[in-house]
């Protein structure tokens, strides 16, 4: 099959990455007229970008709003936990990675109560550990999930969790950062209260806001919650409700860049048309890779569609600076692994690359482990 996508641009290398990640040519474009923050045709641009947000996660009515959050994914993240943990509350933080980690650590930082079921590098948390931690502590009032767990690549059960969630009447905030927009996720087939996402992952915009779809009467009910001025998720939906803008400076260029993105995400097939290449990806990058000798960390069930991790061989000529070096002479940045058991990277599937990438990538690396003078790419044992 001939590639769809153009080529970088720039001499850019592609970003195989979960994000910031590869975009294309007409997001960058977007980018090349200035905005004033209060004026109405960037307000119009705000407005379309949320209502096109709620539509993605299938929602029809107000019974949900959606409020960006200027900076990285991790400001939304942590605004989203104030506003979905009362004071007096506890959380759940379900974790098997980085970012279920630095959740707990923003609740720290919250001064909110937390218990946490850590799961490691590479396991799922079980719906039926989920159900025993919320029938042993009635004092929990909201459950925290990463949807995709890109330190390690898991994709995590979300539905059947959030079925038990619902069942002990409990708040559940999804971190659907590296998921939303290519893997399907609705209000009504999930039952989330909240839902935190980004720009720069699989809607393929870039870096400069994260989002919030919030259920409406939660957000109200979450006045005075909050323990930053900026990051007060409650404050920043009632000024862009009365006045149109964003609070404080938005990142206007990457809010028109992002409506672009949407555009192309709609004419690809919206979650349906993202989530077919990027599985795409994946598949040939999976078995180019095990065809190579690498082995990957997650057994098939649980490999996502966004970024896979692979373990370092155990060859004494392979050193894994060199080989970020030299794929990215030959123009792929890939990813440092983040597993404390073994030695690692991770390779993402999202961004504007199709198979015809991957093909490359997957020659680039038989290349640079025959520069390397690596013939064997089995891991060191566990």
């Known amino acids: 099959m001939t590639t769809r996508l153009a080529p970088p641009v720039f001499g850019e290398p592609y970003l195989l990455t979960p994000g910031p990640l590869t975009t294309s040519r007409q997001t960058k474009e977007a980018m090349l007229r200035d905005w004033g923050s209060w004026d ?58 980085a970012y279920g ?3 707990a650590q923003m609740v720290d930082y919250l001064g909110r109560a937390h218990i946490d079921l850590d799961k490691g590098d590479y396991l799922p948390p079980q719906p039926d550990e989920v159900d025993k931690l919320l029938s042993d502590n009635p004092g929990i009032t909201t459950v925290f ?24 009447n409990k708040i559940f905030l999804v971190d659907s950062m590296s998921a939303f927009g290519a893997l399907p996720i609705t209000a009504e087939d999930i039952g989330f209260d909240l839902l935190v996402s980004s720009a720069n992952k699989c809607v393929e ?36 409700e009365k ?36 599985s795409d990806n994946r598949d040939r990058l999976v078995a180019g890779m095990r065809k190579m000798g690498f082995k990957t ?17 155990a060859h004494k000529n392979f ?14 940045i890939i990813y440092p ?34 520069v390397m003078g690596v013939d064997d790419c089995t891991p060191a044992p566990l």
């Open 40 to 97: 109405d045709d960037f307000k119009a641009v705000t407005a379309e970008v949320r209502r096109k947000l709620l539509a993605m996660a299938g929602i029809t009515d107000d019974s949900y709003l959606c409020v960006p959050m200027q900076g990285s994914g991790s400001f939304a993240v942590e605004a989203a936990l104030s506003t979905a943990i009362p004071k007096d509350g506890k959380a759940l933080i379900l974790m098997n990675g």
């Open 145 to 168: 999930l990463v949807h995709c767990e890109t330190s390690s690549g898991i994709l995590n059960p979300l539905k059947a969790i959030a079925e038990v969630v619902k069942r002990h």
């Open 319 to 332: 050193e894994f600076g060199r080989f970020y070096n030299e794929l990215k002479q030959r123009q792929f």
């Open 243 to 278: 006045t149109g803008q964003w609070r404080f400076t938005p990142p206007t260029h990457a809010v028109v860049a992002f409506r672009e993105a949407l555009k192309q995400h709609e004419a690809e097939g919206g979650v349906d048309g993202r989530l077919k290449r990027y």
């Open 337 to 370: 692994g983040k597993l404390t058991l073994a030695e690692s990277f991770r390779v993402g599937c999202i961004g504007q690359i199709d198979v015809p990438v991957i093909d490359e990538l997957l020659a680039a690396i038989a290349e640079t482990l025959d």
């Open 101 to 103: 980690k630095r959740a």
């Open 205 to 240: 915009g870039i870096p400069g806001f994260g989002f919030v779809i919030v259920r409406k009467d939660l957000l109200q009910a979450s006045k005075g919650r909050a323990h930053s001025l900026a990051l007060d998720l409650y404050e920043q939906w009632v000024y862009m």
């Open 297 to 313: 960390l997650l057994d098939e069930q649980w490999l996502s569609p966004i970024i896979t991790t692979f373990f370092s061989p």
